[in-house]
């Protein structure tokens, strides 16, 4: 069991919101099931829970069929899930992107460990994670879709529809590989090690991306954007994961605790060993940010601010930024 909570960019479910779309399904009920539902696709850098984006994997692959995180990723995957696909395909080479989004992997997942070795002529990737995502099938379906992620990257410097050399992954609990054999045919074979490994020719490694790509990916690219850091504490990452929730949902304890894989009342616990509490987070967490926006060079409108923090009304947050900080909100605004 995590003593954390695990998060990653909401960039890394935009290929599956699109899939769900252009497959005829309502995304509502997925994301909804996946506790996504307050979760806008127009957001990448969003911090979400990574448990909510394997649910919904998992739930789409049970839909559609075990190859299909495949085939979401195939195509676009890499343009969509924003700076983590720019920064393999900005290359210059193959071999070159793969280096610098392993280096950027930390921006994307707090638990995510993309490895490349490009000492030979070819390129090993090993993707893995320092939690255990679940049983066999659950991991089948994430190695599957980073795989696909790979071999899009790889495909266009090559042009090539498939150009990976080998993929080896943890095999589907009743159908082994044999539903990804039509996309790699006898590149494909089981590991009883649970370890995606992914084998790249050196002459793939060394293909140069092309220009329209790089231009491409240079405009999703931001370097600015800062690593998902875990704090020292359970009760840091709650409150990471509560600047993400609060302006779009009313966060629960329940929805909270089933991010960081715990129970309600272990959840609760492990706060109150720490000296905190839920309801104590949320009012911190809101006045922060309700502070910070204040402070901007064009503060929103109190009504405005009021709604963003789910507050019932603006008088409910004057009351609350006095007892913050010993003045009303407009006091603050006009220091700023």
Request: hydrophobic share 40%; net charge negative; glycine share 8%.
């Amino acid at each position: 069991m995590s003593q954390s909570i695990p998060l990653i960019r909401a960039a890394s479910i935009a290929p599956m919101h699109r899939w769900l779309v252009e497959a005829g399904h309502d995304p509502a009920p997925f994301m909804t099931r996946a506790g996504l539902e307050w979760i806008s696709t127009g957001d990448p850098l969003l911090p979400i829970p990574l448990s909510g984006a394997v649910r919904l994997l998992v739930d789409i692959a049970r839909t559609d069929g075990p190859d299909t995180p495949w085939r979401i990723a195939r195509g676009r995957g890499g343009y969509e899930i924003g700076f983590i696909g720019a920064a393999a395909l900005m290359g210059p080479t193959v071999r070159a992107g793969f280096r610098r989004l392993s280096q950027s992997m930390p921006v994307h997942s707090t638990h995510e460990i993309f490895a490349v070795q490009t000492d030979g002529p070819g390129i090993t990737i090993n993707d893995g994670w320092t939690l255990n995502l679940g049983e066999d099938e659950v991991l089948h379906y994430v190695q599957q879709y980073v795989a696909s992620l790979v071999d899009m990257i790889c495909s266009e410097a090559t042009g090539f529809p498939t150009s990976i050399a080998t993929l080896g992954l943890v095999p589907h609990p009743s159908e082994g590989v044999s539903h990804l054999e039509p996309f790699l045919g006898e590149r494909v074979g089981g590991r009883k090690d649970r370890l995606l490994d992914i084998a790249i020719d050196g002459q793939v490694a060394d293909c140069l991306m092309p220009e329209s790509v790089r231009e491409r990916a240079s405009e999703i690219a931001d370097p600015t954007v800062p690593p998902l850091k875990l704090g020292n504490c359970l009760a840091d990452d709650v409150v990471t994961l509560l600047a993400s929730m609060l302006p779009r949902t009313k966060p629960s304890v329940d929805a909270v605790a089933a991010a960081a894989d715990m129970s309600s009342r272990t959840f609760k616990r492990r706060l109150r060993e720490e000296g905190k509490s839920f309801s104590g987070l949320v009012e911190g967490t809101r006045a922060s940010m309700a502070i910070a926006r204040l402070e901007e060079p064009a503060p929103p409108l109190l009504k405005d601010l009021a709604t963003e923090l789910g507050y019932a009304n603006q008088e409910t947050l004057t009351r609350a930024m006095r007892r913050w900080t010993g003045k009303p909100p407009r006091e603050l605004t006009s220091s700023s």
